[in-house]
């Protein structure tokens, strides 16, 4: 929602502004379509020459962020503490039954109490491979830290494409705005016998594509990169809490103290309650017993 509501000031503000100066809209509208035409689609060239086909589907389904948010909100922080918290006291108490969770988690009676962590197939992942790990005795924790954080880097700078590919584009419209303007430049030194106020419009039309380039960059584009990125940023948090709390199982902390270890280290935003988690995994022991 708040991404519309920029989007709608931009508008309002650059074009409000252009009006209330005396400024007339037809020259741009005019304009527009062909200018349009020609930095949109050498922008969208450009991009399809830079990406492979997974990456411009990547790119793609990132622009939504601007719209929805993170992908991890605050509960489900605390859906995953509660998921952590139930796996490692079964590992303790039975390590053979946490065999059998981690290695089916699709029908696991643990795991499918949190429909949104488990129809994420990399959070499944990484906790059953940590898991599985320590069950086959790789359980060093600085070693275990260690894999986790370049799996979560790798991870990052994977998800980080679709904001690269739009800073991208965002740095190159203002200069395929440019080619536009040139090229109406060249249009209007064609026609240079018509009379000064044909010449005025024309050059006024060749100015539209720096202003649409400039203003595609910087208005639109580059924003839509900044927000996909510190989104993607956010939701890393939610692996990162991952690795704080196996980690500290694996230097044999009690199992409350593995979860307040990863509660701590979550951003305060979308940092669960002390309280709130406290009743949250005082439900897990009586739906355990």
């Known amino acids: 929602m708040i991404g519309i509501i920029g989007i709608v000031v931009i508008f309002a503000m650059v ?30 060239g450009a991009f ?15 622009v939504g ?3 929805k948010g993170p992908k991890w909100k ?5 859906d995953l503490l509660c998921l952590l918290f139930s796996l490692i006291r079964i590992a ?10 981690i290695e089916d988690p699709e029908n696991s009676s643990v795991f499918n109490k949190y429909p949104k962590i488990v129809a994420d197939k990399e959070v499944v992942n990484l906790i059953c491979d940590t898991m599985r790990s320590a069950s086959m005795n790789y359980d060093d924790p600085h070693q275990v830290e260690e894999v986790l954080e370049k799996r979560m880097e790798a991870n990052l700078h994977h998800a980080m494409h679709g904001s ?16 536009a303007a040139v090229l109406g430049v060249i249009k209007t030194m064609a026609s240079i016998d018509q009379p000064p106020e ?54 044999n902390h009690a199992a409350a ?10 951003p305060s935003h979308i940092r669960p309650g002390f309280s709130e988690l406290e009743e949250a995994l005082r439900s897990v022991k009586q739906d355990a017993a």
């Open 15 to 44: 074009f409000g502004g252009y009006l209330m100066a005396g400024g007339k809209m037809g020259i741009i509208l005019k304009s527009l379509p062909f200018e349009l035409m020609m930095i949109g689609g050498a922008a969208v």
């Open 48 to 62: 399809l020459i830079s990406n492979d086909m997974s990456g411009i589907k990547h790119t793609l389904k990132d």
């Open 65 to 67: 962020k601007v719209f």
């Open 74 to 78: 605050p509960d489900d922080y605390r």
């Open 92 to 101: 303790r108490a039975n390590p053979v039954e946490v065999e059998q969770h």
């Open 164 to 179: 690269h590919a739009l800073q991208t584009m965002a740095d190159g419209l203002p200069a395929l705005g440019i080619v």
């Open 198 to 251: 044909v010449l005025g419009k024309m050059i006024g039309g060749a100015l539209v594509g720096t202003f649409l380039g400039v203003f595609l960059a910087y208005g639109l584009v580059g924003p839509f990169a900044s927000k996909v990125k510190s989104v993607t940023e956010e939701d890393a948090h939610f692996y990162q809490l991952i690795r704080e709390v196996l980690v500290a199982n694996l230097h």
């Open 257 to 266: 103290i593995c979860i307040e270890v990863g509660r701590q280290n979550t």
